[in-house]
């Protein structure tokens, strides 16, 4: 009985399609409201310095007038959106994909 099974199941994944896709040939779709990355529309933002603020992973640095800058560490940022929410000009973006090329 349990050979039977095995047998069964053996045939079954012979000649089933498989589970997993061919990456990177084959690239899974991304689903609505996937956090990818962040980023900014640095022509809107105001150096408020609210982003750096409310950052959780201390991954945002706002430098303030004469020297206006802001500076993320990608690696640190766990795409939790609390900069995007805050952000008063809506400047920051989550989107979908984590992709080097966008
Ligand atoms: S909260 Fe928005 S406007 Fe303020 S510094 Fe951050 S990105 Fe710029
Ligand atoms: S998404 Fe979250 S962790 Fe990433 S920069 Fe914004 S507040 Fe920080």
Redesign the pocket.
């Known amino acids: 009985m349990k050979m039977f099974t095995i047998l069964k199941d053996i045939a079954k994944n012979t000649f089933s399609k498989p589970y997993t896709r061919k990456y990177p040939f084959e690239v899974r779709p991304h689903f609505p409201g996937e956090r990818g990355k962040l980023v900014?529309e640095e022509d809107?933002?105001?150096?408020?310095?609210?982003?750096?603020r409310k950052c959780p992973a201390n991954a945002?640095t706002?430098t303030r007038k004469p020297d206006q800058a802001?500076q993320f560490e990608r690696f640190r940022c766990i795409l939790c959106g609390a900069?995007v929410e805050?952000?008063?000009?809506k400047?920051?973006h989550l989107v979908p994909r984590l992709d080097e090329k966008q």
């Not at 809107?44 to 750096?52: D, V, Y």
């Not at 805050?86 to 000009?89: I, M, N």
């Open positions: 900014i809107k933002c105001i150096f408020c310095g609210i982003c750096a945002l706002v802001w900069c805050a952000c008063p000009k400047c920051l």
